[in-house]
């Protein structure tokens, strides 16, 4: 399938499922909203689910090119950053609210466990040159540290729904590099 | 009103949020699943808006009572337990859930706010006690430090859908106070 209509089809995919949640999502709207034939839909994803999955982790909706800056503070900060364009977009705050209510549905579960893994095996290359730089301390927990910085933009911005204030990346990714808690600190 | 008879309404409110969206909340609905009827629930709330932030604020079933350990440390682990606990129970997910998707809905966006700011209040308290004791640093964020360590508990459940591991409070607090990253420290 042509690159173009496939990105149609998974952004009509996520617009769909942040509209309507999962329950609400069907082969045939996505059909319908992208203006793609569901027997052309069905050749390619067997399922409602494979859709879903291959929406959330092949869209450039929500694409992801693990920064490279040369430091692990530097990748951070630009990590965070991307995580704050992301979700000031309506359209991917509601995807992420979609998935948040996914615990009562098993498929939607396993649909967003998928993304969020895929996700953190991009992460890890951050990670990894880090660590080949020294630059990362013995016993790090990647995942915790990815979780706290991700977490605290939601936490700010879908649920306190309050600004982040100046240099939240840098003050956030500070802090969790055991720097200054909170305060700004030259790069 | 009697408190029992209130606790009612407001479990009764949270449970048709978190089933119907703030959309499909209604008093009327309310008063179907309390067995309180709708002209009392309009003597003490005089809109859906009205009943729906108590709810939020007053419920026991998202009651917070900020923790005095005796340390900061001490204080956050049991905050980071505390929103742990709250976030295992299912109807608590789903009334999280539900508040992540409000950016579409000022009313409910307004009602989400006034939840999060009840909160901070009250977890203030911990941080005047360490800041009294000389255990916060100065220039410390108090609310970014809420907001990275409660964010890392909805990322992990609600998201990830993964587990939090052994320790997760304790190595998430030790993290964001400037200890070993992600390493267990003795207490």
């Keep these: 399938m042509a690159p173009r209509a496939q990105e ?9 499922l942040a509209e309507h949640g999962y329950d609400g999502l069907t ?3 996505v059909a319908k909203e992208s203006g793609v034939n ?9 399922s409602k689910a494979a859709l879903a999955r291959d929406a959330l982790v092949h869209s450039e909706l929500l694409a992801l090119d693990p920064p490279d ?6 990748d951070l900060i630009a990590l965070v950053e991307h995580v ?6 309506p359209s991917v705050r509601a995807v992420v609210a979609a998935m948040a209510g996914a615990a009562g549905n098993g498929e939607l579960a396993e649909t ?21 730089r020294g630059d990362l301390p013995p016993g790090a927990d990647p995942m915790l540290v990815v979780d706290l910085l991700a977490g605290a933009v939601w936490t700010r911005l879908l649920l ?23 305060s700004p600190r030259p790069a």
Tied chains: 1, 2.
């Design 38 to 46: 569901k027997t052309t839909l069905y050749r390619w994803w067997s």
């Design 160 to 182: 306190r729904q309050e600004p982040l204030g100046d240099a939240f990346a840098a003050r956030a990714v500070d802090l969790v590099l055991g720097g200054s808690p909170g």
């Design 112 to 132: 967003a466990k998928a993304f969020f893994a895929d996700r953190f095996d991009r992460e890890q290359a951050i990670f990894e040159r880090a660590r080949e």
């Design 84 to 89: 704050i364009g992301l979700l000031t977009l």
């Design 69 to 74: 800056t040369g430091s692990l503070r530097g």
């Design 8 to 16: 149609r089809i998974f952004e009509a995919t996520l617009r769909l």
């Design 27 to 29: 082969v045939e709207g």
